[in-house]
């Protein structure tokens, strides 16, 4: 069993900030990568930003510039920096991890997602 629970979501104004926390817990081996996704009513869900184990962290081209991944590996906490929200930006955040439970069994898990809501 893996968990991940979210927090941070809200209702913020234009040109505000937020961050966006997802604690992972459970039948952890290791953790590949984590990220973050969202998706809007009638959309696909998209990527937001993902940070690996080793490597570079991967962005959106639409949040370039204003949203920071990052994660702390002793705590399995993976964060979400936004600044300058746009209304475009409103969209339930999902964290996302890719994880082991044993040395082979690989596998995605995802939150539950919590609201982010850029409005005036």
């Known amino acids: 069993q893996v968990q991940l629970v979210e927090s941070g979501g809200g209702l913020v104004q234009p040109g505000g900030s937020l961050r966006l926390s997802c604690v992972v817990s459970?039948?952890?081996?290791?953790?590949?990568?984590m990220g973050w996704y969202r998706q809007t009513p009638g959309k696909e869900r998209e990527l937001v930003a993902a940070?690996?184990?080793?490597?570079?962290?991967n962005y959106a081209d639409s949040v370039k510039g204003r949203f920071t991944i990052s994660r702390e590996n002793a705590k399995n906490t993976v964060y979400l920096e936004m600044n300058s929200l746009k209304p475009e930006d409103t969209a339930v955040y999902y964290c996302?991890?890719?994880?082991?439970?044993?040395?082979?069994?690989?596998?995605?898990?995802w939150g539950q997602g919590t609201q982010v809501t850029v409005s005036s």
């Open positions: 996302n991890v890719n994880l082991y439970t044993t040395k082979w069994h690989l596998d995605d898990y």
């Open positions: 940070v690996p184990t080793v490597g570079s962290t």
């Open positions: 459970g039948s952890i081996f290791s953790i590949n990568v």
